[in-house]
């Protein structure tokens, strides 16, 4: 097994017993198998030595909802709220997408996630195999789900939910485990409830999480009370989707009843801020969740609503906008919102082993090019990570061992090939 160490580095590792360390990190294989300030072997005894000095080292970003191909649609439909900007601009667009514009959107987004530090990330579409696909050729690890809307007649709904299992039991642990595998309601509001009972039962047949949008805008939560005389947290609860596993994107208008049902649950938020701002959403009661001990991460949306794919800014909004919605400067701490966007957002996906740079987890990590002036003066890594670096400040990302971006470039992409191809269907969907 190839032993690498990586010496004179600046260790950022979420591991609240030694948060900063300076000194090295030795992986044998996919795992971090020590980090500490000396080495602990002869310099002769590694496969490879890495010098890590100008560098600062830090678990890969989780991001924990998105919808990768809509990257084919970024700029598309700008400046409107949620249900218009679906209904007028995505579904029309997305209900034009082949199985090959997918994986021309999902290439673009992987390069894009990958490139920023971003190491796992949860996507929910149509075409999942091209999105699995993606994540096996990239090296990125990916929680996938082929997310249904069941506005439909009753032999669609069928066919959906056949394919979202055979999606589900076909990819759950491939790539060497990189990939698990998650069902998914698309939202209260597409699905019946009936549909959401079946798509339930399913997920307790394959034993598998449940991943849904809920509570996103104002809009939606009325609706939910106008036609099954629920909020979306009760409607949902009364469906039993909260019997299994759950991640929920969004979660922006809660109630503190409604947050103390999710806690009691352990559904988990992702919180997507610059999503949730673009569409006019809302802000999420992220301090509040917190203070009730549910679990949230960061996630981007698809890149459609975002309009990007960094997950570094993402950390930084959730920092910045509870404290100016509260007035509360510790709203959000800049600790907080690291550890929403690394180790709680491997949490939030049942990933135990990655999120941290600790000896036994997996080496899914990223570096940054710290001898810039914004890193400067060297006080506060946490503080100068979510408040002033940037997605270009990653040079090298390691997932699962293997590295995929070196000094800036990915190893595992034709970053040329995959732009062209994104280009190309974006211009045959637009010309249809
Ligand atoms: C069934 S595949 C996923 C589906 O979700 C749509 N979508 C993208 N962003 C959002 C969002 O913020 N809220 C709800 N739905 C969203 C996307 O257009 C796909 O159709
Ligand atoms: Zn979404």
């Not at 198998?33 to 072997?41: F, H, N, S, V």
């Not at 180790?343 to 987890?361: F, K, N």
């Amino acid at each position: 097994m190839k032993k690498t160490i990586i010496e004179n580095g600046t260790f950022l590792t979420m591991n609240e017993e030694a948060p900063m360390i300076q000194g090295c990190m030795v992986i044998e294989g996919n795992r971090i198998t020590y980090i500490g300030e000396e080495a602990p072997l002869p310099a002769g005894s590694y496969d490879e030595r890495i010098d890590g000095s100008g560098k600062l080292f830090m678990p890969g970003l989780v991001n924990t909802h998105g919808h990768a191909a809509m990257s084919l649609l970024r700029g598309y439909g700008d400046d409107m709220a949620l249900q218009v900007w679906l209904q007028e601009k995505m579904w029309p667009m997305e209900g034009k997408f082949t199985a090959q514009d997918v994986r021309a959107g999902t290439r673009l987004s992987v390069l894009e996630m990958l490139k920023g530090g971003t190491t796992t990330f949860v996507d929910m579409y149509d075409h999942m195999n091209e999105v699995a696909n993606a994540a096996v050729e990239s090296g990125i690890r990916a929680c996938l789900t082929r997310g249904v809307i069941g506005l439909c007649s009753r032999e669609v709904q069928d066919a959906k939910l056949a394919e979202a299992i055979a999606f589900a039991k076909n990819w759950h642990g491939q790539a060497d485990g990189r990939i698990t595998t998650m069902m998914s309601p698309h939202s209260p509001y597409t699905c019946p409830p009936d549909y959401i009972e079946r798509i339930v039962q399913a997920a307790h047949d394959l034993n598998l999480p449940i991943h849904t949008h809920m509570s996103e805008t104002a809009r939606e939560v009325q609706e939910n009370v106008d036609q099954y005389g629920l909020r979306p947290v009760a409607h949902l609860e009364k469906l039993g989707v909260f019997s299994r596993p759950t991640l929920v994107a969004h979660g922006v208008h809660l109630t503190d009843e409604e947050i103390e049902v999710l806690k009691r649950y352990d559904v988990r938020i992702s919180h997507n801020p610059g999503s949730n701002l673009k569409l006019a959403s809302g802000v999420a009661r992220v301090p509040e969740l917190l203070k009730a001990g549910v679990l949230v991460s960061l996630g981007t949306d698809g890149a459609a609503s975002n309009n990007n794919l960094d997950m570094l800014e993402e950390v930084r909004l959730a920092a910045l906008i509870h404290k100016g919605v509260s007035g509360d400067p510790v709203a959000v701490s800049a600790s907080e919102a690291l550890k929403l966007g690394t180790l709680d957002g491997a949490r939030s996906i049942w990933l135990d082993d990655v999120g941290a740079l600790q000896q036994g987890m997996k080496a899914d990590f990223i570096a940054l090019d710290i001898d810039q002036p914004h890193f400067y003066p060297r006080t506060n890594f946490i503080s100068h990570v979510v408040y002033s670096a940037v997605s270009k400040d990653v040079t090298d990302v390691c997932i699962d061992g293997r590295w995929v971006v070196r000094k800036g470039e990915c190893l595992t992409m034709d970053e040329e090939k995959v732009k062209f191809e994104a280009q190309q269907s974006f211009e045959r969907l637009t010309a249809l």
